[in-house]
DNA sequence: ATTTAGCACTCTAATCGTTAGAGTGCTAAT
DNA sequence: ATTAGCACTCTAACGATTAGAGTGCTAAAT
């Protein structure tokens, strides 16, 4: 509501953070004696009723200490805009293992989910980077057997898509070669609107392939990402948080509804800001599961072209500014290997590059 | 030890099955009370202490009900061999959703930890169909920016492994697209072993290209395989063995551990096994990690060419019949899959087909 | 020779006061 | 404005008590 003095901001951090580390709600006379405040206890007391009634601290009973609420972590994830930097050693650490694997794009993923656990202590998810508005860059079709052919997709920017399809009747890897040769030529950057502008102009086999590849894209673009790596399920199991059976077990759910996570990726918008990262506390209103969880999400990539998403999940009590600086960080990082690695070369015919 | 009477195997049967439900020690009285025995709790009774003396059960404290032993469960797998097959209505159902999806080998692999999942009540892993001695059918080079390229493969049986590779100097499309046709047209169905052989031949692009091939092969066939699917995480994490803290919650990482399920997955053969299905049983003194799960293990695919393993990870008290008999099922309906969509054609030149 | 009824005994888990301690809010003094 | 002091509150821990489920044993019944 009202403006917050300083003493008390800082108060409210402190209680945060204290909270973060215990779990259990803290009183002034913890606070004074933790942080070698150079107040008294009855002091903070008067603080914490004006917090309390501001809405950013609550009693889970009367005699007991303090809560932050989700307005409190909301409160305080809007003012840390000092958000500390992972330390340089870590962050040369964390880039060599990187290099290490620049090949393996999928190898990334795995990586930052482990990389974003561990240094959060909180479950991790990342998507691998998904194209935001496909371009072809080569196409394959290879006989398999009969009248099954494989059908194989690369993408501009290096994702390599693969599906089988069923002819109906047999043709010779001959035809199949030419076809791809002509179709490569033909289709060369162009995304789903292009092909389907000029697939009439095809007709037989060229015609039929070219129908799967505009319905695969299709498809592929409307699904956000395919599948989300989580790592770190332990840090997160073992919260106090989520040992009581009812309400909090059931809340556990969410780590198997990849719809829903997918839902929340795909909408990278709602819930506060910091820097580039989006953090949702509680749900935010909206998302009825996630009541007991924030969430710290960045993006990574080139934007209109493949990005993915990457994030931390855990308790409401997060340590958000780590959860945020290496969100912060591998976001970067990602995105720096990615434009290195596989620059988009169409860039110049799209126009799309600034 | 000694040889159990007929009567005493029911009444093991009955105890473990009791268990499996209420996850407590299970008495005399309940158990005559639940299943209209028509023998009383006294008989009963001292069946239960023969059953203990011979180590199939075990009591909590003096006057606690009847636990099942790692021994228990074992004896009562062994002798399942009526194993339930699936309703026919659900085996339907199953065979259906994968017909649906049958170009999408990928989604195989979550469907069936899905189906696994829900059918078991228990967590499910499952592993894509690894090459286990990959032969090579088509090799595309793609040219992205510069001195990258692009090196696809395309093995016998459909898998498409991708990579990124730089080129000491910078080279045109045209070069690359004649040096695949020309490596494919060399090497198609060779594995590495042949490839290494004729690596000699080569010099200049072409060696150099083949080299990445058989090191990527090398890699790909020494980890058994690249992911594990896990699904039905939630269906064990709310059973009563898992919400202590000390122990049952340091076994969870297991779930994490994906370097020690890669390499259960890889020894499919300790422990006892039903029908083609591995059943184990509590680490099985091997795997320390395990001592508070149970595991049933099947694979599929097709032997000598490309398996993936699948299974079903619980506690002890696992509904053994009803895994058994899934994982049973859907090993069998992918294997069969796999074999109709995409058929070896280069048996023939190998003879492995008999 | 089994099987079973009956009974004394054991152990857990739930219930119920009791209490120590951490914390609050208020008032009066600094 | 801050703080010392104090009465008050509420939880969580502790201990004692007890209901109930279960056992093992013995003696009677089949």
Redesign the pocket.
Known sequence: MTELSE?QKIILSLVIHEYSRTA???????LV?RYNL????????????VL?ESGYLR????????VPTEEGYRYFVTRLTHASELPGTTRRTISHQFYQMRNDVEQWVRLAASVLAYQSRAASLVTPPHPEHSRLKHLELIATRGRQILVVLVMVGGEVRQRLQSLSEPVTQEQLSQSSERLTQLFQGADVNEMRARLVQLQGLDADVMQWVIDDLLQADAIPTGEVYIDGLTNVLSEPEFTGSDEARKSLRILEERSLLQDLVARTSAGNTQGGVQVLIGGEGTWDELRQWSLVLGSYGMPGQATGTLGVLGPLRLSYGRAISTVRFLSGLMSDLMAETMLDETSANTGEMN
Chains 1, 2 share one sequence.
């Open positions: 003493r259990t709600p803290v009183g002034s006379h913890a004696a150079d107040m008294s206890s009855a002091t903070v007391r008067n603080e914490l009723v309390t009693q889970p009973h009367t005699s007991a200490g303090r």
